[in-house]
Every structure is written in structure tokens, then in C-alpha cells.
């Protein structure tokens, strides 16, 4: 091995060791459970309380996973197969509604009609909240969508509608099933909307029993069952994805597909999509600005410095997170194999838990192995990194592959000592993937509630944690500011998005 | 003076045996053509000379001084070694300019040598401030070499430098790299799976297959006389028919033939090369010796299979003919081999 050169193994054992801290708070929540024992636990678990939530929790998913997945695909066949008329501005506006924090959405609905709540009420919110997940990859399936396979299925005699259920419908199964799991563990982990309109789900009774009891076993107890149920979905999105294979087979560019006429249907569709835009932006954006204009929010003591703080926070969140995310990813393209795929998917199952659990591991490690750390800047970061490490490994890989080994040989074949090939032609190369990660992992630490809200130092204000309290307090107006920074923050990396799922593939 | 002389250079990676026992002298200033099948060990081989892997036993030495092997190793980027990898590895992020000039030491008359290193390549100045994106595949091939050439290395390799490129390219940026290497009188190394291409490029040429250098020689010598019937099937078309010798000829259903190269090991069922340029096949004989069972027309060529004599196998001849109307199958014909035969063990 020439000199200077990273080993492969000191990588594996570096990137082992992150793999590692990433798992840590989750497993030290169900180690602390079987040291508890079941004796202790399965009073907390098995009592009427949890069968009510468990009821609440079941019900939002089996319910309101298929809502976000009609609604979802629905509106990409509207817009990419239809001659709906302005399918561009629909297009945009129906991926809009994630730019809105969920927890934003629902307070707009909140504080526009007090009385909503109950199963109703959180069905509500969070469809309107989350359907983009289905929309965005299922817009992104039909773009890949070769057209000559509808093309041919209409050639063989079947008619348009026989052709969408029998060949565009199968191809979507992935997004629709992939975007409905990613709904679901959603749906299991927010905290805030939930807790607004006073809705309980497992989350925010995690919350509650973490207030009262600060961490006992009770919280424990709820936190493993909330594990394992995302644990089942995780396993469930693994088997669906599985081996199928829907690409495009064959090369070329594909050509612009046929647009289904909608003729007498076409005000129906409008109608419908007026409907579902204006409840899911309409109603908060209308609450904000009544919000807004009553009274001068703006003026708050806080604002400044919340906005300071944020910006703190998720700046040192994002800078922490690429660093952890570039071994892994150097690591996961540069040198494939399984371990290398073990510890990456590691990775990824520590960031794919509730933020809750992920902060009640942390509050507990903290408090009983290290106290010095509880509430402390370095574990409200590393919870950003658990939590927001998948957008720069995604980010990061797509970059590293940009710059592959080859061009680093043919520096070094130039006369560079192997280091300053890395430096020279491969950071250049990764350093806008670098950026685009960064950004990304800001943009959604300054949003992030929950575990700040239980990480952060006392005496922490960050955006969402003084709308927070302002907006679980009723002060409605004040909130107001900070619900549209809120918007205003999450907007560039919806924009990113977004642009990535209208890029075609060539 | 830049010979590079492989000494018993072997390589395993990942358990598998690479590279087994190699061992090739270029001589300073000439060309030699590696060719083989993929995964026979070639690009492997380029990577240990390039100095990106270490042989695990073997010598790789340049003009007298050890590069690799024993205790000592010199690392890529002090080796000389110029390499042009198979999609050009040109750096993105650079023009062509700041491509061609990056292995120039900063004291140099570096403008200079990229005019002069591009016009050797015939990559005009406008080119000069482009991105390699903005480039054709033929062009960034040509600037490839260029960065190579310009710090003057005592070696250049190139790994595939044409696969990538479609027929037409690949002859005219051949030519146009074979002509820039003559006038720089670099000691070159050329790895590739094409066989016409590893025939016409240089002044040697090396086969290797699993691992090992099969036959090495100058491309006619070794064309003229494969030292197996594997090899000779691998470089071109080959006809090999089952053969008999004695009195200094092979006997074959074609009739007799002189023995230009004998490869037999022992005594036993032997077979004899024929080259389809050695056949004719005569439609009109009076004395035929085959039947046509098939015609099928290549493109230029027609695939003409015969069977020869009674029960013999069916044998397909790839033809040159100016008038393919006039052949077709059931047809009586007399095929008959112009020149001499080399034999080997059936």
C-alpha cells in the first residue's frame, strides 16, 4: 500500500465506532428495559392507558396511511398524466405543504377552530401534513416511467384506464408503499402536532410520562413498544422494496408520455385539488396572517435571539454531521462490501427511529453515565447527527461517486503525493455535495422540536422551541413570528427536493 | 535509455491469482500491445507498473532502476510513469488548459509545453479553455494523452484508451495517438481486449491469459506463428482442420499442405491453421471436395459453412468474395488452401 494512504480497515474500524454511538441511545432504552425486567415492565405496558394509545396510534396509521397514498399518487397522475389545465403551478403547489412543519400546520388549525381534536382532528392535520411523501417519489416514478411501456399495453388493445391499472398502477406500487411506510414512521414519531390539538399517541404520552416521571421506566416501557412498532415498519419497507426491479430497461432518452384526456372529469379535479390545497395551506397560511396582524409580534424580546441561537445550533448540527457522514460514505463507495453496507444500514436504522427515542436514550445515557453531558450543547448536536445523518450520507455519496479513484490515480501518475491528489482534485470535486449536505442538515436541525425541547440547555430558545411554548400556551399571536421563519427555513430544502424529483432521468 | 523490464511479477487480489510469473522487456522508445480477454490480469498489470498496487513477488525496473520489488518501492507520483486510464480520467474541475498543464513543475516554461504538447495531440487552441465535458469522446482521449505527455515520463501507459469510443473514432484517434507517440519517442504500453487494434499498434506484442504472458513477439512474427491453437483462434479468424503428417506435410481433407511452423508435442490426433485469406472456394469444379450447407451474408464477408467428404463436420469459413450471388448452399464445391500450414496438437 502506498504511503499516506488511509487503510481501508482503520476506516471500517473509525466508521464501526460511529455505526456504534449512532445505536447507542436507542439501545441503551432497551437494555435499560430488560434490566427493569418484565415483571416491572408489563404493569406499564399492559394497562389501559397504552391499549388506548396503542388504539389512537394503530387507527392514525391504518387510516391515514391510505388517505396520503390516494392523495399522493392521485395528485402525481393528475399533474405528470393528465391535461389538467396549469399543471405546472399544481405540480409546485401540491409539493408546498412540506415546507409547513406539521406542527405549524397544525396549529394553524388549532387556533382557527380551538374545538378540533380527537382521532379526526390528528387524521386531519397529518394527512394534510405528510402526503407530499407519497407525492414527491411517486411524481419522480411516472417522470422514470418509460412510455412506451403504456404505448405498448395500448397497442395490445387495452384501453387507457385497463392501461393505468394494469401498467402505470403496478409501477407506482413501489413509491405508493415505500412513501406510505415513510408517512407511517412519521405519523409514529411527531410530537407537536399531536400534542396542539391534544391528540395521544404513543409519542406524546412518551412526552408526558417523561415530565412526570423524568425518565422512569414508564417511559421506557412506551419508548421500546414505539421502537418495535417502527422496527416492524422498517422490516415491512425492506421486504416490499425487496429485488423488484421497475427501472427503465434499455438506454436512450424517453420521450414525453401520453396525456390522459380528462375532459368532463377536468372541474371535478379541480375542484378536488382546491379543496385539498386550501386545507392544507390555505387554513394555516390564513390563520398566520390573522395571527400576525393582531397585535406586533414582531417586536418580541426573544426573536433576536432565538434567531441567533437557531442559526448556532444548526450551523454546529450540520458542520458535526457532515464530518460523522464522511467517513461513512467514503467508506461505503470507495471500499464496498458487506460490512461496509452493515454499518452504513446501521446507521440509517438509528436515524429512521422517532426523534423522541432518540432523545429520551440520550437524556438517560446522559443522566446516568455522564451527567456533565445532560442538557448540554454536545448531546443536542448529537442528537441532530442521529437524527439528520441520512440527508448527508445521501448527499455526500452522490458526491464522493462523482469523483472517482481514477482521477486521483492520474494525479498521482502526474507527480502528487496520494494527499494532495485528495486534496487537489477530489475535495474540489465533493465540495458542493459537501455544501448541499450541510444545508440540508441545517435547514431541518433549526426546524427541529422534540429533541431540542428535551436536549437542549435550559434556557435554550430556538425557533421551534418558542413557538412551542408560545403556541401550547395559547399565545397565539406570538407564536406567529416564528411559525413563519419556521416556513420560511424549511422552503429551501423543500425546493431541493423537489427539483431532484422533476430531474429526468437520461 | 527507459527500458522497462518485468521481472516474475505476481499478484493476487483478493485470494485469486492476477498475475502468475510475468515477465516483459520493452526496449527503450518502442511499443508494446498488451492484449487479452477481460479479466486476463492486463489492466492489473498497467496498475502495478503505474505504481497505484504492489507486485507480490516479481521486479518491475526502468532504465536499470528498481520501481518495485524487494524491500524497496517507489511510490506512483516519483515513478515517471505517465498513465491515461480507459475514460480519459480527465479532472472535471479543470479546463484543458489546467488539465494538460497539472504535472508540469511550476518553474517550467508551462504554457509553452501545453501548446506544444497539444499541437502533438492536434487539439487546437480554442479548445484550450473548455471543460472536458464540452469535449467529444475522441478529443478527451487525445487531451488525456496530452496531460500525459507533458511532463515528459520515460513510459506512458495506456489502459483501453479506444474501447470507449464508436468505430469510426476509435480508427482516426488511433491513428492520431500512434502518430503523437512516434514523435515523442515515448516508451509505450498499450492494454486492450481488441485484437486488430493490439496487431497494428506497436513493435511488440504480448498475449496474456489467465495471469500468464502466453506468447510475446513482434505482431507479425506472432501472427504469422501462434504457438498455440488457442492463440490463434484468439488474434483472428482460424480455420483448424483435423490433420495427418507425414513426408513433411499435413494431410487434411483439403488435400496436402507444407508445415510453415510445427507445434506438435507428440505423436497422436494433430490439427493444421488455415487463415480464411489462404482459402478459395470454386462453385464450378469439375473435382469437388465439399458440399455448401449454408451461406450466410456479414456484412463485406459471406459465412459460408461446407462439409467436407463424407459425415465430415460442417465447417464455417468467414469469405471475401466479390460475387456472394454466386453462392448458395447444396452447391458442390472445391475448396482448396493456398500456402503453407502450422500444426498443432488436436
Same mark, same amino acid.
Request: glycine letters at 10%; one cysteine or more.
Given at each position: 500500500?502506498?504511503?499516506?494512504?488511509?487503510?481501508?480497515?482503520?476506516?471500517?474500524?473509525?466508521?464501526?465506532?460511529?455505526?456504534?454511538?449512532?445505536?447507542?441511545?436507542?439501545?441503551?432504552?432497551?437494555?435499560?428495559?430488560?434490566?427493569?425486567?418484565?415483571?416491572?415492565?408489563?404493569?406499564?405496558?399492559?394497562?389501559?392507558?397504552?391499549?388506548?394509545?396503542?388504539?389512537?396510534?394503530?387507527?392514525?396509521?391504518?387510516?391515514?396511511?391510505?388517505?396520503?397514498?390516494?392523495?399522493?399518487?392521485?395528485?402525481?397522475?393528475?399533474?405528470?398524466?393528465?391535461?389538467?389545465?396549469?399543471?405546472?403551478?399544481?405540480?409546485?403547489?401540491?409539493?408546498?405543504?412540506?415546507?409547513?412543519?406539521?406542527?405549524?400546520?397544525?396549529?394553524?388549525?388549532?387556533?382557527?377552530?380551538?374545538?378540533?381534536?380527537?382521532?379526526?382532528?390528528?387524521?386531519?392535520?397529518?394527512?394534510?401534513?405528510?402526503?407530499?411523501?407519497?407525492?414527491?417519489?411517486?411524481?419522480?416514478?411516472?417522470?422514470?416511467?418509460?412510455?412506451?411501456?403504456?404505448?405498448?399495453?395500448?397497442?395490445?388493445?387495452?384501453?387507457?384506464?385497463?392501461?393505468?391499472?394494469?401498467?402505470?398502477?403496478?409501477?407506482?406500487?413501489?413509491?405508493?408503499?415505500?412513501?406510505?411506510?415513510?408517512?407511517?414512521?412519521?405519523?409514529?414519531?411527531?410530537?407537536?402536532?399531536?400534542?396542539?390539538?391534544?391528540?395521544?399517541?404513543?409519542?406524546?404520552?412518551?412526552?408526558?410520562?417523561?415530565?412526570?416521571?423524568?425518565?422512569?421506566?414508564?417511559?421506557?416501557?412506551?419508548?421500546?413498544?414505539?421502537?418495535?412498532?417502527?422496527?416492524?415498519?422498517?422490516?415491512?419497507?425492506?421486504?416490499?422494496?425487496?429485488?423488484?426491479?421497475?427501472?427503465?430497461?434499455?438506454?436512450?432518452?424517453?420521450?414525453?408520455?401520453?396525456?390522459?384526456?380528462?375532459?368532463?372529469?377536468?372541474?371535478?379535479?379541480?375542484?378536488?385539488?382546491?379543496?385539498?390545497?386550501?386545507?392544507?395551506?390555505?387554513?394555516?397560511?390564513?390563520?398566520?396572517?390573522?395571527?400576525?396582524?393582531?397585535?406586533?409580534?414582531?417586536?418580541?424580546?426573544?426573536?433576536?435571539?432565538?434567531?441567533?441561537?437557531?442559526?448556532?445550533?444548526?450551523?454546529?448540527?450540520?458542520?458535526?454531521?457532515?464530518?460523522?457522514?464522511?467517513?461513512?460514505?467514503?467508506?461505503?463507495?470507495?471500499?464496498?462490501?458487506?460490512?461496509?453496507?452493515?454499518?452504513?444500514?446501521?446507521?440509517?436504522?438509528?436515524?429512521?427511529?422517532?426523534?423522541?427515542?432518540?432523545?429520551?436514550?440520550?437524556?438517560?445515557?446522559?443522566?446516568?453515565?455522564?451527567?456533565?453531558?445532560?442538557?448540554?450543547?454536545?448531546?443536542?448536536?448529537?442528537?441532530?447527527?442521529?437524527?439528520?445523518?441520512?440527508?448527508?450520507?445521501?448527499?455526500?455519496?452522490?458526491?464522493?461517486?462523482?469523483?472517482?479513484?481514477?482521477?486521483?490515480?492520474?494525479?498521482?501518475?502526474?507527480?502528487?503525493?496520494?494527499?494532495?491528489?485528495?486534496?487537489?482534485?477530489?475535495?474540489?470535486?465533493?465540495?458542493?455535495?459537501?455544501?448541499?449536505?450541510?444545508?440540508?442538515?441545517?435547514?431541518?436541525?433549526?426546524?427541529?422540536?422534540?429533541?431540542?425541547?428535551?436536549?437542549?440547555?435550559?434556557?435554550?430558545?430556538?425557533?421551534?422551541?418558542?413557538?412551542?411554548?408560545?403556541?401550547?400556551?395559547?399565545?397565539?399571536?406570538?407564536?406567529?413570528?416564528?411559525?413563519?421563519?419556521?416556513?420560511?427555513?424549511?422552503?429551501?430544502?423543500?425546493?431541493?427536493?423537489?427539483?431532484?424529483?422533476?430531474?429526468?432521468?437520461? | 535509455?527507459?527500458?522497462?523490464?518485468?521481472?516474475?511479477?505476481?499478484?493476487?487480489?483478493?485470494?485469486?491469482?492476477?498475475?502468475?510469473?510475468?515477465?516483459? &522487456?520493452?526496449?527503450?522508445?518502442?511499443?508494446?500491445?498488451?492484449?487479452?480477454?477481460?479479466?486476463?490480469?492486463?489492466?492489473?498489470?498497467?496498475?502495478?507498473?503505474?505504481?497505484?498496487?504492489?507486485?507480490?513477488?516479481?521486479?518491475?525496473?526502468?532504465?536499470?532502476?528498481?520501481?518495485?520489488?524487494?524491500?524497496?518501492?517507489?511510490?506512483?507520483?516519483?515513478?515517471?510513469?505517465?498513465?491515461?486510464?480507459?475514460?480519459?480520467?480527465?479532472?472535471?474541475?479543470?479546463?484543458?488548459?489546467?488539465?494538460?498543464?497539472?504535472?508540469?513543475?511550476?518553474?517550467?516554461?508551462?504554457?509553452?509545453?501545453?501548446?506544444?504538447?497539444?499541437?502533438?495531440?492536434?487539439?487546437?487552441?480554442?479548445?484550450?479553455?473548455?471543460?472536458?465535458?464540452?469535449?467529444?469522446?475522441?478529443?478527451?482521449?487525445?487531451?488525456?494523452?496530452?496531460?500525459?505527455?507533458?511532463?515528459?515520463?520515460?513510459?506512458?501507459?495506456?489502459?483501453?484508451?479506444?474501447?470507449?469510443?464508436? &468505430?469510426?473514432?476509435?480508427?482516426? &484517434?488511433?491513428?492520431?495517438?500512434?502518430?503523437?507517440?512516434?514523435?515523442?519517442?515515448?516508451?509505450?504500453?498499450?492494454?486492450?481486449?481488441?485484437?486488430?487494434?493490439?496487431?497494428?499498434?506497436?513493435?511488440?506484442?504480448?498475449?496474456?491469459?489467465?495471469?500468464?504472458?502466453?506468447?510475446?513477439?513482434?505482431?507479425?512474427?506472432?501472427?504469422?506463428?501462434?504457438?498455440?491453437?488457442?492463440?490463434?483462434?484468439?488474434?483472428?479468424?482460424?480455420?483448424?482442420?483435423?490433420?495427418?503428417?507425414?513426408?513433411?506435410?499435413?494431410?487434411?481433407?483439403?488435400?496436402?499442405?507444407?508445415?510453415?511452423?510445427?507445434?506438435?508435442?507428440?505423436?497422436?490426433?494433430?490439427?493444421?491453421?488455415?487463415?480464411?485469406?489462404?482459402? &478459395?472456394?470454386?462453385?464450378?469444379?469439375?473435382?469437388?471436395?465439399?458440399?455448401?450447407?449454408?451461406?450466410?451474408?456479414?456484412?463485406?464477408?459471406?459465412?459460408?459453412?461446407?462439409?467436407?467428404?463424407?459425415?465430415?463436420?460442417?465447417?464455417?469459413?468467414?469469405?471475401?468474395?466479390?460475387?456472394?450471388?454466386?453462392?448458395?448452399?447444396?452447391?458442390?464445391?472445391?475448396?482448396?488452401?493456398?500456402?503453407?500450414?502450422?500444426?498443432?496438437?488436436?
Amino acid at each position: 500500500m502506498a504511503a499516506g494512504r488511509l487503510r481501508p480497515s482503520l476506516l471500517l474500524v473509525a466508521v464501526a465506532v460511529l455505526a456504534v454511538i449512532m445505536l447507542l441511545p436507542v439501545g441503551y432504552v432497551v437494555a435499560i428495559g430488560f434490566q427493569v425486567g418484565w415483571p416491572t415492565l408489563a404493569p406499564l405496558v399492559f394497562r389501559p392507558k397504552v391499549g388506548e394509545l396503542l388504539v389512537n396510534t394503530v387507527l392514525l396509521v391504518v387510516l391515514g396511511v391510505p388517505v396520503t397514498i390516494l392523495l399522493g399518487v392521485g395528485g402525481a397522475w393528475l399533474v405528470e398524466r393528465t391535461t389538467l389545465p396549469g399543471r405546472r403551478v399544481w405540480a409546485v403547489l401540491l409539493a408546498a405543504p412540506l415546507a409547513v412543519p406539521a406542527f405549524v400546520s397544525s396549529y394553524g388549525w388549532v387556533s382557527a377552530i380551538p374545538s378540533i381534536g380527537g382521532i379526526g382532528g390528528g387524521l386531519l392535520v397529518a394527512t394534510l401534513a405528510y402526503y407530499p411523501l407519497v407525492y414527491l417519489p411517486a411524481v419522480a416514478t411516472l417522470r422514470r416511467l418509460d412510455p412506451a411501456l403504456e404505448e405498448s399495453a395500448r397497442a395490445l388493445g387495452l384501453g387507457p384506464w385497463r392501461v393505468f391499472a394494469r401498467v402505470v398502477l403496478p409501477q407506482l406500487r413501489l413509491a405508493g408503499w415505500g412513501g406510505g411506510l415513510v408517512v407511517a414512521l412519521h405519523l409514529l414519531s411527531e410530537y407537536g402536532a399531536f400534542a396542539l390539538i391534544r391528540f395521544d399517541t404513543f409519542t406524546t404520552a412518551i412526552v408526558v410520562q417523561y415530565q412526570s416521571t423524568f425518565a422512569g421506566p414508564a417511559a421506557s416501557a412506551l419508548g421500546i413498544v414505539l421502537a418495535g412498532l417502527c422496527l416492524i415498519l422498517l422490516l415491512g419497507e425492506s421486504v416490499t422494496r425487496g429485488t423488484a426491479r421497475y427501472s427503465r430497461v434499455g438506454s436512450g432518452a424517453a420521450r414525453a408520455a401520453v396525456q390522459q384526456r380528462l375532459g368532463r372529469a377536468t372541474p371535478l379535479a379541480l375542484a378536488g385539488l382546491v379543496v385539498l390545497l386550501v386545507a392544507a395551506i390555505g387554513v394555516p397560511a390564513a390563520s398566520l396572517l390573522r395571527w400576525l396582524s393582531i397585535g406586533d409580534p414582531w417586536s418580541q424580546r426573544e426573536l433576536p435571539g432565538a434567531i441567533i441561537q437557531t442559526a448556532g445550533l444548526a450551523a454546529t448540527g450540520a458542520v458535526v454531521t457532515v464530518l460523522v457522514a464522511l467517513p461513512i460514505a467514503w467508506l461505503t463507495v470507495r471500499h464496498p462490501g458487506r460490512l461496509p453496507r452493515f454499518l452504513e444500514g446501521s446507521s440509517y436504522l438509528a436515524s429512521s427511529l422517532p426523534a423522541i427515542i432518540i432523545a429520551l436514550g440520550l437524556v438517560t445515557i446522559t443522566i446516568r453515565v455522564v451527567p456533565a453531558l445532560y442538557q448540554s450543547v454536545f448531546t443536542v448536536v448529537l442528537a441532530y447527527v442521529i437524527i439528520f445523518l441520512p440527508r448527508a450520507l445521501v448527499s455526500l455519496r452522490a458526491g464522493i461517486a462523482q469523483a472517482p479513484v481514477s482521477l486521483e490515480e492520474a494525479a498521482r501518475s502526474l507527480g502528487r503525493s496520494p494527499l494532495v491528489a485528495r486534496a487537489q482534485v477530489t475535495l474540489p470535486l465533493i465540495l458542493p455535495a459537501l455544501g448541499a449536505g450541510a444545508a440540508l442538515v441545517g435547514l431541518g436541525a433549526a426546524n427541529e422540536l422534540t429533541a431540542t425541547l428535551l436536549l437542549a440547555p435550559s434556557g435554550t430558545r430556538t425557533l421551534a422551541t418558542q413557538f412551542w411554548s408560545a403556541s401550547s400556551s395559547v399565545a397565539y399571536s406570538d407564536a406567529a413570528p416564528y411559525a413563519l421563519l419556521l416556513i420560511a427555513l424549511s422552503l429551501p430544502s423543500v425546493a431541493i427536493l423537489f427539483l431532484q424529483t422533476r430531474k429526468r432521468v437520461r | 535509455m527507459s527500458t522497462l523490464v518485468l521481472t516474475g511479477i505476481t499478484k493476487h487480489l483478493g485470494g485469486q491469482p492476477v498475475l502468475q510469473n510475468v515477465t516483459l &522487456t520493452v526496449p527503450s522508445g518502442s511499443r508494446t500491445s498488451v492484449v487479452g480477454a477481460s479479466g486476463s490480469g492486463k489492466s492489473t498489470l498497467l496498475r502495478l507498473i503505474a505504481g497505484f498496487d504492489a507486485p507480490d513477488a516479481g521486479q518491475i525496473s526502468l532504465g536499470g532502476a528498481v520501481l518495485a520489488g524487494g524491500a524497496s518501492s517507489v511510490p506512483a507520483h516519483r515513478r515517471g510513469v505517465g498513465y491515461v486510464a480507459q475514460d480519459g480520467a480527465l479532472f472535471p474541475h479543470l479546463t484543458v488548459e489546467q488539465n494538460i498543464r497539472f504535472g508540469l513543475p511550476r518553474t517550467a516554461q508551462r504554457s509553452a509545453r501545453v501548446a506544444e504538447v497539444a499541437a502533438l495531440v492536434a487539439i487546437g487552441s480554442t479548445l484550450l479553455g473548455r471543460y472536458p465535458h464540452e469535449l467529444s469522446g475522441g478529443q478527451q482521449q487525445r487531451v488525456a494523452l496530452a496531460r500525459a505527455l507533458a511532463p515528459e515520463p520515460e513510459v506512458v501507459l495506456l489502459d483501453e484508451p479506444f474501447s470507449a469510443l464508436d &468505430t469510426g473514432l476509435r480508427a482516426s &484517434t488511433r491513428r492520431a495517438v500512434i502518430e503523437a507517440l512516434e514523435q515523442s519517442g515515448v516508451t509505450t504500453i498499450l492494454v486492450t481486449h481488441d485484437q486488430d487494434e493490439a496487431l497494428s499498434f506497436g513493435d511488440q506484442v504480448a498475449i496474456i491469459a489467465g495471469g500468464r504472458i502466453s506468447q510475446a513477439g513482434p505482431p507479425a512474427a506472432v501472427f504469422d506463428d501462434p504457438h498455440t491453437a488457442g492463440i490463434a483462434e484468439f488474434l483472428g479468424d482460424a480455420i483448424l482442420l483435423a490433420c495427418e503428417v507425414s513426408d513433411g506435410a499435413a494431410h487434411t481433407a483439403l488435400g496436402s499442405h507444407p508445415i510453415r511452423h510445427d507445434h506438435r508435442a507428440s505423436s497422436g490426433p494433430h490439427q493444421a491453421l488455415i487463415r480464411p485469406a489462404q482459402l &478459395t472456394i470454386d462453385v464450378e469444379s469439375t473435382f469437388p471436395n465439399a458440399t455448401v450447407t449454408g451461406v450466410q451474408a456479414v456484412g463485406s464477408k459471406l459465412d459460408v459453412t461446407v462439409s467436407l467428404g463424407a459425415g465430415g463436420e460442417p465447417v464455417s469459413i468467414p469469405y471475401v468474395t466479390s460475387a456472394p450471388e454466386r453462392y448458395g448452399a447444396g452447391q458442390n464445391a472445391r475448396v482448396s488452401v493456398a500456402g503453407g500450414v502450422v500444426v498443432y496438437p488436436a
